[in-house]
C-alpha cells in the first residue's frame, strides 16, 4: 500500500475538511473516513496534475504486480493535434530513438505512473469492469489486439462517454477518440501492427495495462490519460452509470434524497460497495423482499460519498485476523470524533495493516496498549467475526463499540491472579496450583523457579482479540460440516464477542458447559498418556474465570450469584501465609465466594481435594491405579457423590493405618468438612448443575494434588510434593 504522506501540522486544513462533523454511528461513516484519507494521502504522496476528487476513484494499488514488472504498460500514440485524428510516432518521444516510427510504446509502471495513466477497475472481473480508457488484460499476444482495438470502439463509443462528450467543454477529445475508432485505415494499422509489437516486447502472453498517450493542442509531448481533465471525468460517470445507477438488476437505483453519510440533499444510490461485503449484488440476505430500482431509500449515499466508502472498504478489510481454515474476525479501529492526530494514526494504523497479511490484531496492539498512542484514549473497535467457505461471508457475531478498555480491564485481572501467590510463587513457597502455560513469556533463566512462571501476561491482549484467549480452554469445535450450523457457532467467537462487548456479560453457566466437555476429554487423553489429570487446564480455565469475574465479564441470569464474585485479593495473597494446610484450607474457601456461600459447591471441591491427596500417596507408592483413574471427571454425579466418597474415605484409611508417619486420619482437613455437608443433606437431593459440580470436583482434584508444604518434618504427604502432573 501507498507510504503514509499525511502531516498532521502541515495537512491540518485539508484533513479537517475530511473529518464528519458528528460522531461516527456506522462502518458506512468508518469506510467513508479511511477513503477520504486514503484519497488525500494519495494527493499528497504524488505530484501529478489531477485533480482530488478523481484521484479518490483511481485504483493504482489494485494491480501492485504489474509495478514488479520490468515492461507493464502497453499504449498507443494519438495525435490529436490536426484536423483529424491521427497515430503518433515513438520517436517524438524523448526516451524513444528519433528514427523509432512506431505508434506504440511499452514501458514500466509505478504507482504515480498508473495515477497518471488514470486507472480505475471494478473489483469484479465482469464485464466492463473497467472504468478508465486505460485497463489491463492478461492474455496471449495474438489475443491482445481486439482489447487494443476496444479503447477506441467501445470504450470511447460508450453511452456513458457520449453522454459526457456532449456536456464538457473538452468533449472533442472524447469524440476523436471515438472517430479513431470509426476510421477503418486508422484501426487497420493498429490490427496489422501490434499483434507483432506485443511479441517482441511481451512474449508470448501479455500481462499488463492498455493504455493511450495523447498529443494535444497547446501541451509539451505525449500526456497520459489520467492527467486529461475529460477523460476522468468520463471515468467518474462511468462508475455511476455502471456500478451505482444500473448495476446488478436494477435499471436505476437512484433517487433525491439524503445522503446517509454527509447529511446533503441531492441525488442518492443504493447500489454500492458496503463495508466488509456486508450487503453484496442484489443485497438478499438482509433485504429479502429488496426492489433493487427502490434500493436507494435503505441506504442512500450521494456519489461523493459513496466513491470514497467504495475506496476506504479495501483498508478495512485489511483489518483482518485468520482465525481458522473457514472462519476469520476483522477489528477495524476508529475514533468516534478524531482529532486530525488521530485521523493520521488511523491511516498509519490501515498502511501497517495492509503489511500484515492477516494478522491485524498485532497492528492495534500497541494503539490500545500504549498511552503515548495518539489513539489510546479514545480508540474504539468495530469487530466482526465472519464464517467465509469459498467466496461467501456469512457474520456470525459483531459488536460495534468495542472499548479496549474492557480488554485492559481483563489483561489487569489476569496478570492479578497470576501474582496473588496460588499460581507463582511468593518467595521460598512453591504454588498451590502450577503456573498456566497460556501468555507464558521468555524463559528468563534467573533461576529454576523464577523462569518457570511469568509475571507480565502481555499476550492476554491479544489473546482476547483473537478469540485464542477461549481457544486454549473451550471444548473442541464439532467438524462436521454437514451440520446445518456447521462454521456459524463457534463458541470462541460468541465468547470473544461478549468479552469485548462494555455492556454484555459471559453466562457462568454457559461457560461451564464449554470447560467441563473440555475438562472431560483433556483427562482421557491424559489417561491414555500415562497421566491422570489435565492440571494445566484445569489451572487456565480456574484462572480464566477468576479473570473474567474481577473484570466485570462474568455474570448470568441471577444477580449476586457467588460465582461471579472474585476471590479476595487479600485472602488470596495470604494462602502462603499459614501455619499449617488446614488453615491454608481455610482461608483458600473463605477467599472464593463461590465456595464460602454454596455448601453443596464446597462439598464437590472438597471430594475433589480429597480425591486429589489420596492419588498423591497413591503415586508416591508407585499405585498405579490411583482414585483420580477410578473417579474421573466425568463419573461424578450428585447421585455418585456418596458411593464414590464411602470408597476414596476407605482408603484414606487404610492407608492411615499402614502409614507409620501419618499418626492418625490423614487428610481430616477434608473429611471433617465433607462430612458435615454431606450428613445434613444426602448429595442426591442437592440442585448443584452436573457442570458446576463437575468443574468445581476438577478444580478439587488439582488443589489436592498440590496441597503439600516443603517441611520434611510435615508428615504423612511430605515426600509427595515431588509428586506432580504436568499436561
Excluded at 427 to 444: A, I, K, N, Q
Excluded at 551 to 562: F, I, Q, R
Amino acid at each position: 500500500m501507498s507510504e503514509v504522506a499525511l502531516d498532521a501540522a502541515g495537512d491540518a486544513d485539508d484533513i479537517e475538511e475530511v473529518l464528519l462533523d458528528r460522531p461516527m454511528a456506522s462502518l458506512y461513516d468508518i469506510a467513508y473516513l479511511y477513503g477520504k484519507l486514503h484519497a488525500l494521502n494519495t494527493a499528497k504522496q504524488y505530484d501529478v496534475p489531477i485533480d482530488d476528487r478523481y484521484v479518490g476513484r483511481m485504483t493504482h494499488e489494485s494491480r501492485t504486480g504489474y509495478y514488479e514488472q520490468e515492461v507493464g504498460l502497453f499504449s498507443v500514440l494519438v495525435d490529436l493535434t490536426g484536423d483529424s485524428p491521427t497515430l503518433g510516432e515513438a520517436g517524438e518521444l524523448d526516451e524513444r530513438p528519433d528514427d523509432d516510427v512506431s505508434p506504440f510504446v511499452a514501458e514500466s509502471l509505478d504507482r504515480e505512473k498508473m495515477l497518471r495513466v488514470g486507472f480505475s477497475r471494478q473489483g469484479s472481473r465482469a464485464a466492463g469492469h473497467n472504468m478508465s480508457l486505460a485497463h489491463d488484460v492478461s492474455k496471449s499476444s495474438e489475443d491482445c489486439v481486439k482489447y487494443v482495438k476496444q479503447l477506441f470502439e467501445r470504450w470511447a463509443a460508450s453511452d456513458s462517454v457520449t453522454d459526457v462528450a456532449g456536456n464538457h467543454d473538452d468533449g472533442w477529445i472524447l469524440e476523436d477518440l471515438r472517430a479513431v475508432g470509426e476510421d477503418g485505415d486508422l484501426m487497420d494499422t493498429i490490427e496489422d501492427s501490434v499483434v507483432d509489437f506485443l511479441r517482441e516486447t511481451f512474449g508470448d502472453e501479455f500481462n499488463g495495462v492498455l493504455s493511450v498517450r495523447l498529443k494535444l493542442p497547446d501541451t509539451d509531448g505525449y500526456v497520459y490519460p489520467g492527467e486529461v481533465e475529460v477523460l476522468n471525468e468520463a471515468m467518474l460517470y462511468r462508475w455511476v452509470e455502471k456500478r451505482m445507477r444500473s448495476y446488478s438488476e436494477a435499471d436505476d437505483a437512484s433517487g433525491d434524497g439524503r445522503g446517509l453519510i454527509t447529511g446533503d440533499t441531492d441525488e442518492v444510490f443504493g447500489l454500492s460497495d458496503s463495508p466488509l461485503q456486508r450487503y453484496k449484488g442484489k443485497m438478499a440476505e438482509k433485504f429479502p423482499n429488496l426492489v433493487v430500482d427502490e434500493s436507494w431509500q435503505q441506504r442512500p449515499l450521494t456519489a461523493e460519498a459513496a466513491f470514497a466508502v467504495t475506496s476506504g472498504v479495501p483498508l478495512l478489510e485489511n483489518f483482518v485476523q485468520i482465525l481458522g481454515e473457514d472462519t476469520a474476525a476483522y477489528y477495524v479501529p476508529y475514533v468516534p470524533e478524531p482529532t486530525v492526530k488521530q485521523a493520521v494514526a488511523l491511516y498509519e494504523l490501515a498502511m501497517d495493516a495492509a503489511d500484515n497479511s492477516g494478522a491485524a490484531v498485532g497492528v492495534i496492539e500497541d494503539a490500545a496498549t500504549n498511552p503515548v498512542n495518539p489513539l489510546y484514549e479514545d480508540l474504539l473497535v468495530h469487530y466482526v467475526a465472519a464464517y467465509t467457505p469459498g467466496n461467501k461471508r456469512k457474520f456470525i457475531e459483531e459488536e460495534p463499540c468495542v472499548d479496549p478498555d474492557q480488554i485492559r480491564a481483563i489483561k489487569r485481572a489476569h496478570t492479578d491472579v497470576l501474582t496473588d501467590g496460588l499460581i507463582a510463587p511468593n518467595g521460598d513457597r512453591p504454588p498451590l496450583f502450577p503456573s498456566p502455560p497460556y501468555g507464558r513469556l521468555t524463559d528468563d533463566g534467573d533461576d529454576e523457579q523464577g523462569s518457570k512462571y511469568m509475571r507480565t501476561n502481555a499476550p492476554v491482549i491479544t489473546g482476547v482479540l483473537t478469540g485464542g484467549y477461549f481457544q486454549s480452554t473451550f471444548r473442541h469445535q464439532s467438524t462436521d460440516e454437514d451440520r446445518d450450523d456447521h462454521g456459524t457457532t463457534d463458541l470462541r467467537a460468541e465468547a470473544t464477542s461478549t468479552a469485548l462487548a462494555s455492556n454484555d456479560q459471559i453466562d457462568l453457566d454457559w461457560l461451564l458447559a464449554q470447560y467441563v466437555p473440555r475438562l472431560i476429554s483433556e483427562q482421557r487423553g491424559a489417561f491414555e498418556d500415562g497421566n491422570e489429570l489435565p492440571e494445566s487446564l484445569l489451572t487456565r480455565q480456574y484462572v480464566q474465570m477468576q479473570a473474567l469475574a474481577r473484570a466485570g465479564v462474568l455474570g448470568g441470569s441471577s444477580s449476586g450469584d457467588p460465582r461471579t464474585i472474585p476471590a479476595s485479593t487479600k485472602s488470596m495473597s495470604d494462602t502462603t501465609d499459614f501455619t499449617d494446610r488446614d488453615e491454608r484450607l481455610k482461608q483458600f474457601i473463605d477467599s472464593h465466594p463461590a465456595l464460602a456461600e454454596d455448601e453443596e459447591r464446597r462439598a464437590a471441591f472438597l471430594l475433589g481435594a480429597l480425591v486429589g491427596r489420596v492419588a498423591a500417596y497413591q503415586s508416591r507408592n508407585s499405585i498405579s491405579r490411583t482414585v483420580i483413574r477410578q473417579h474421573p471427571i466425568d463419573a461424578i454425579t450428585r447421585r455418585r457423590i456418596s458411593t464414590t466418597l464411602s470408597k476414596v474415605l476407605e482408603k484414606n484409611a487404610h492407608y492411615s493405618d499402614d502409614d507409620e508417619n501419618a499418626g492418625m486420619l490423614m487428610n481430616d482437613r477434608y473429611i471433617t468438612r465433607l462430612n458435615d455437608i454431606v450428613n445434613r443433606r444426602a448429595p442426591e437431593e442437592w440442585s448443584l448443575s452436573t457442570d458446576d459440580l463437575r468443574m468445581h470436583y476438577g478444580l478439587g482434584l488439582t488443589y489436592g494434588k498440590n496441597d503439600t508444604t516443603l517441611d520434611d518434618e510435615d508428615g504423612d504427604e511430605a515426600a509427595a510434593a515431588e509428586v506432580q502432573t504436568d499436561d
